[in-house]
């Protein structure tokens, strides 16, 4: 049973589209956070949540939204979508007390 | 906010030697966590090994151990008996109130 889950795992699309990518943890964890793996693979943070809760918004564009319905879910929502947007993307989880991060599998998102 | 420097980009080692990766950070907290994620060409990114500020003790699992010195905030991860399942890109990284930040990775390659 997948800890960290998201979906898709790839998506290919066109600049100027919108689209979504979905998070969720079966772990009861109580932050959520987003990263983006560029080419050189770095991993930056972009977004954190606490119990839905928006903790940490790192001079991401406007562009990007994030959405937690509950504190199971971080959804990430992109709009017009530009070719610098092209990475892959993470979610995680973790537990205050143990610290310990659980990442899904990361959507590699293509923009053309 | 927090940061995380790893000054080696790439290393090699031979099967069955030992090699540290070296890993230094910058903060101003006295309570937080310290991570090596490892992360193989399939992208997944897994824990390898985790320390608590606070212990004194250096964390050791199997083959990875840490040389954990708080003082001069340096946190590396040494791997004995390299295997060639060790190949991978490796990232330090430091957790504090649901904020975590990783440095820019150390790609390690262990050759037959």
Known sequence: DTAVSQTPKYLVTQMGND?????????????MYWY????KKFLKIMFSYNNKELIINETVPNRF?????DKAHLNLHINSLE??????????????????????????LTVV | AQTVTQSQPEMSVQEAETVTLSCTYDTSESNYYLFWYKQPPSRQMILVIRQEAYKQQNATENRFSVNFQKAAKSFSLKISDSQLGDTAMYFCAFMNNNDMRFGAG???????
Request: charged share 20%; proline share 5%; net charge positive.
């Open chain 1, 36 to 39: 983006k793996q560029d080419s």
């Open chain 1, 65 to 69: 939204s994030p959405k937690s319905p």
């Open chain 1, 83 to 108: 070719l610098g947007d092209s990475a892959v993307y993470f979610c995680a989880s973790s537990q205050v007390m143990t610290g310990e991060a659980f990442f899904g599998q990361g959507t590699r």
């Open chain 2, 106 to 112: 150390t790609r390690l390659t262990v050759k037959p």
């Open chain 1, 19 to 31: 689209k979504s990518i979905k998070c969720e943890q079966n772990l009861g964890h109580d932050t």
